[in-house]
Structure formats: structure tokens, C-alpha cells
């Protein structure tokens, strides 16, 4: 929808409070995943996206001269949440986080065979594969906007969360969030790429940086320049909850209500709706997005904990463990 010269602010907020709140949920063995996308009260179009994608890696005996029973091979199951968030208006936002979702969609595809091995340096090797996937998008975005000039200026942010076993592998570009709910209580896992949080971390006092919140420091973008990743690696315990959203969420309700509002559900799809619900009641000036992860009673340990547990790991300091 596009905003013509006669409606008004008010036209606007009206059609889009009215817009319905719509959570899609699936339950698996392991893990059960919620997602949502709002345009919100004051944007005229969604430029976030996101996905929940099932992998498996299965193997099948086709012949050996070893008795079948001995050769059982039970599938591995794995698990991809994202979001991303569109920037340049209209159109071009939303092919640039398309882009950065096709993209990272191709990215667990290979995840499924790789995180799987028992390498003695698995962190540093999905580093350096994140990092080529992060060049392959920025590549996309430049090809887009060759051919179509509007596009041009394009950029989007991305955080992705690979769930496999009791561990995750949790990616970020930008100031789309990842959280982590623990019987401990609620972590921001990722760090926002933004003006305000170096401030921040420079010591500036916090309301002093507000008007920075959204100067964006690295997302990928239709430039020229290599994006660095940020990579994070996290043990998992039942009932812990991966959260990713984008900052039409975190930038409108604080931390600890999304705690509260996720930690007093009933279910994650409750909780979704809630968080949503929150975001509009407080202006819903973005749009908002959210995904919301559980592990279930049903959850296993990584197949190759045994066997990494016996291999002396090199940490390259590129891959954060919390």
C-alpha cells in the first residue's frame, strides 16, 4: 500500500491498527517455534521478513555385510529462525531482507552437513562460512541494483539463530536482536550495530545517545564494503527460548517487559501475539517482528558432544561462546 496525497496520518494509523495480529506456530520433537510480522501503527508497508525452516540429515543402508541392526542411523534434525529488516522505503527494503533470507536459507543447507562433523576447529569453520554467505548476499544486493536502479541505497539487517541439538549458532548483522530466556532470566545474546551503542560502550551517558539509536554502523548494503559478522555459540537447556525480532520490538518495549511478557504465556504463540500487542500499544512506529523459539522435554544433547568433548578446541576469538 502506498501512501496517496490525500490520506492522512490519521488514515494511516487507523488502517494499520486494524491490521490483524497473525502468529504462525509449529511444534517439532525438539523444539516449538512462534513467528510474527506487523506492519505496525505508522509504516505503509512491511519491509521485515523472516523464516522457520526445518533441516535433516538422514542416512539410508542401501548394502553392507554387516548385520542391518547394527547399522541403525537415527536422522539428525536441526532448525533455522531469522529476521531481517529492510531499509531504503518501499520496495527496495523489502528485496534487500529477501535477499539476506534467501541467503541464509541456502546457509543452513550447509550447516546440515558441516556442524555435524566432529572438526577440531567447528567454531572457527562456521566463522569463515558465515563470512562467505555475508559476501555472498552483499553480492545479491549489488547485482539487484544494477539492474534496477531503484534499488540502489538498498540495505537490510539480519540475525539468524541455527538451533541443533542442545546448542545454537547465532548470527548478526545490524540492529536486529537475539535473545536468549533462561531459568536465569533474560540475555540480549547479540550486540545492536549501532552509532548509540558505541557511544555506549565509549561511556557516553544513555540519554545522550538516544537520537543515534537507529544510525545503523554495519548492515549489508548495495556498497562495495565487506560486512563483518558477529557469531555466537550457546549451550541450551529445556525450556530455554531463543527470541530474534527487529528493533520495531526492542526499541519500543524494554527488556524487561519482553521478559515478563514472554515468561507469563501460556505459549510462545501467546507470547508473540503479546509482544506485538506491546509494540503497538507504544506507538508501533516500525515494523515489528518476532521470533520465538522453546526447547522442548524432547530436546537431546548435540550427537557429537561425546565426541568433542575428547578434542582439544583452538579458540579463534571470532566465536563467542555464552
Not at 536441526?78 to 529476521?83: K, M, N, P, R
Not at 528485496?95 to 550447516?111: D, P, Q, Y
Not at 562467505?132 to 541505497?153: C, F, M, T, V, W
Request: hydrophobic share 45%; net charge negative; proline share 2%.
Amino acid at each position: 500500500m502506498s501512501l496517496d496525497d490525500e490520506d492522512t496520518v490519521d488514515d494511516l494509523l487507523a488502517l494499520s491498527a486494524n491490521d490483524p495480529i497473525e502468529v504462525k506456530s509449529v511444534i517439532e520433537d525438539a523444539v516449538e517455534i512462534s513467528a510474527v510480522t506487523h506492519r505496525g501503527r505508522v509504516r505503509s508497508n512491511n519491509e521485515d521478513q523472516f523464516a522457520v525452516v526445518r533441516r535433516i540429515r538422514s542416512g539410508v543402508v542401501l548394502a553392507s555385510s554387516m548385520p542391518s541392526n547394527e547399522l541403525t542411523h537415527a536422522d539428525q534434525t536441526a532448525w533455522l529462525i531469522c529476521v531481517a529488516d529492510g531499509l531504503g522505503g518501499e520496495v527496495s527494503g523489502e528485496v534487500a531482507s529477501a535477499t539476506a533470507v534467501k541467503a541464509i536459507l541456502e546457509f543452513a543447507s550447509e550447516m546440515s552437513s558441516w556442524v555435524m562433523q566432529p572438526a577440531e576447529n567447528l567454531e572457527l569453520d562456521i566463522e569463515k562460512r558465515v563470512m562467505l554467505y555475508s559476501q555472498a548476499i552483499k553480492k545479491d544486493l549489488r547485482e539487484k541494483a544494477k539492474k534496477n536502479a531503484d534499488l540502489d541505497g538498498m540495505a537490510t539487517t539480519l540475525t539468524a539463530a541455527y538451533i541443533y541439538g542442545d546448542s545454537a549458532v547465532v548470527v548478526n548483522v545490524g540492529d536486529s536482536r537475539s535473545y536468549v530466556l533462561t531459568a536465569g532470566g533474560l540475555r540480549q545474546i547479540t550486540r545492536d550495530h549501532t552509532v548509540a551503542q558505541d557511544l555506549l560502550d565509549a561511556g557516553v551517558p544513555a540519554e545522550s545517545t538516544r537520537a543515534y539509536g537507529n544510525v545503523l554502523t554495519r548492515c549489508f548494503g548495495t556498497d562495495g564494503e565487506p560486512v563483518p559478522v558477529d557469531v555466537f555459540h550457546l549451550k541450551l537447556a529445556i525450556n530455554d527460548r531463543i527470541l530474534l525480532c527487529s528493533d520495531g520490538l526492542s526499541d519500543l518495549v524494554i527488556d524487561a517487559e519482553i521478559e515478563a511478557l514472554i515468561t507469563d504465556a501460556n505459549s510462545i504463540a501467546e507470547a508473540c501475539d503479546a509482544l506485538v500487542s506491546a509494540a503497538l500499544l507504544a506507538g508501533g512506529r516500525d515494523n515489528i517482528t518476532a521470533v520465538l523459539a522453546r526447547m522442548r522435554e524432547s530436546m537431546v544433547p548435540h550427537p557429537l558432544d561425546r565426541l568433542h568433548a575428547g578434542v582439544e578446541k583452538t579458540d579463534s576469538g571470532a566465536v563467542t561462546k555464552v
